[in-house]
Every structure is written in structure tokens, then in C-alpha cells.
């Protein structure tokens, strides 16, 4: 008798000790969901602030399509298309494209992962040739982002650096450049001519996104006095 009482004592001590091992080996309670990021410029923060990588490929003269033609300072040869991700006026990360001189490759690579770090929202990045006949004012108004277009500079007999790939305009209608006499491109910038706004998106003096650029060597329009080129930035 007293064996069974032994027995007993030990089989109920044995599953008292089952219970609080359950216990202490059971999963935690289920985490809670972090919130999701909203479709707006806010949210951007919350993008895994990380591009996936760039692609660099020669471009040929059909490739350049209107954007190129015999003449121009510079030859397809010397050109790069360049794949860059940036954040969208919607907060999610988009792929663009970029034409430029083959020897800003580095350079540029290394200023658009700067700025999708910054999170600035840049609305799209098109290759000029995307417009009809590469029409600068086209590009400007749909707020593209580009590098490389053939042209000169408005007004003058002179090659705009961006005839040589060695000019970027960042949200050109967001930044508009403004001409002495008055008038401003793109011609759907007028909202923007007012520089004391602080949309995202917009460039200011100081800013970390303007530094990226001018603190490599690269001058903002945004410096001079005529025009004053808030989207432009070039690399003499």
C-alpha cells in the first residue's frame, strides 16, 4: 500500500512538472502587425531605403532617337544608360533611366542612392527620346526627370550641357527655371515660382539634395542669377 501511495505522489508530481514545462515552452503571443506604409510622399521613409543595383549599357544612335543626331557635341559611343530606383510621389520605390557621359557613370550612380536614402520624391526618370520629337518643354511639363537631350542652350548658339550627357533637371516642374525678362519653363510651373513653398520635391538652397550634387562638383542652377535653373544641375 504504502508503494502504491509512493507511486501515485511521483506520477502526480511528474505531471504537475509536465504542465509547467507546457507552459514555459509555449509560444509567446502572436506580434503585432506594424502598420502599413500609406501611398503618399510621407511614407516614404518607410521604403527599405536600399536600390537593388544599377545596370549601365552602351546606347546606339536608334536607341537615342530623336534625342540624337550627326552633329552633336558628343557621339552614342560616349553615352551610358543608366538604371536607377528612386522613391515616387506615391512612396514606393520605381526604376528610371538615365542617359549620361560615360565618364559621370560613377558619379551619378552614387548621387541617386544618396537620394533615395534621403527618401526625395522624384516623380519619374525618362530617357528625353520618350517625348515626341525629344521636345524639352514636354519632358519639362510631365515633370521627368533627364540627363541627355541634344539641344542648345535657349537664346544662344551654345550646346547645353545636357547635349553632352553632363546635366541632370530634377523635377523640372516642381523646380522651374525662370528667365530674367519674366518667363519660366515649364509653362505649367507658375504654382512653383513661388520658392518659399516647401513641397517635397522641391529643391532649395542647403539642401541635403543639392548637396549631394554641388558637393561633388556639380553647379546648381538655382545659384545663378540669370537664368535662376532650380531643376539644373551640370558637371563642367
Known amino acids: 500500500m504504502m508503494r502504491c501511495r509512493r507511486r501515485i505522489a511521483v506520477l502526480v508530481s511528474m505531471l504537475a512538472a509536465g504542465v509547467v514545462l507546457v507552459q514555459c515552452t509555449g509560444s509567446g503571443p502572436p506580434r503585432a502587425a506594424g502598420p502599413s506604409p500609406s501611398p503618399t510622399v510621407r511614407s516614404a521613409a518607410r521604403t527599405p531605403l536600399t536600390p537593388s543595383g544599377n545596370a549601365v549599357q552602351p546606347v546606339t544612335a536608334a536607341e537615342l532617337g530623336a534625342s540624337w543626331r550627326p552633329g552633336c557635341p558628343v557621339e552614342p559611343t560616349q553615352l551610358r544608360r543608366v538604371d536607377v530606383d528612386h522613391i515616387g510621389f506615391d512612396g514606393r520605390t520605381h526604376r528610371g533611366e538615365l542617359i549620361v557621359h560615360e565618364d559621370l557613370v560613377p558619379e551619378v550612380i552614387t548621387i541617386f542612392e544618396q537620394l533615395y536614402r534621403l527618401g526625395l520624391p522624384i516623380e519619374r526618370i525618362r530617357t528625353a527620346d520618350q517625348y515626341p520629337g ?15 537631350n541634344c539641344r542648345g542652350i535657349p537664346g544662344s548658339n551654345q ?17 522651374p527655371c525662370v528667365y530674367a525678362i519674366g518667363t519660366f519653363q515649364p509653362q505649367n510651373g507658375a504654382d512653383y515660382l513661388d520658392r518659399s513653398r516647401t513641397d517635397p520635391g522641391l529643391l532649395h538652397k542647403g539642401d541635403p539634395a543639392v548637396r549631394l550634387f554641388t558637393g561633388r562638383g556639380w553647379r546648381w542652377g538655382g545659384d545663378w542669377t540669370t537664368p535662376i535653373d532650380y531643376q539644373h544641375f551640370e558637371r563642367p
Open 134 to 148: 525629344a521636345d524639352d518643354e514636354l519632358s519639362m511639363e510631365d515633370n521627368n526627370t533627364s540627363a541627355f
Open 159 to 175: 550646346w547645353s550641357q545636357h547635349a553632352y550627357g553632363r546635366a541632370i533637371d530634377l523635377n523640372p516642374r516642381l523646380n
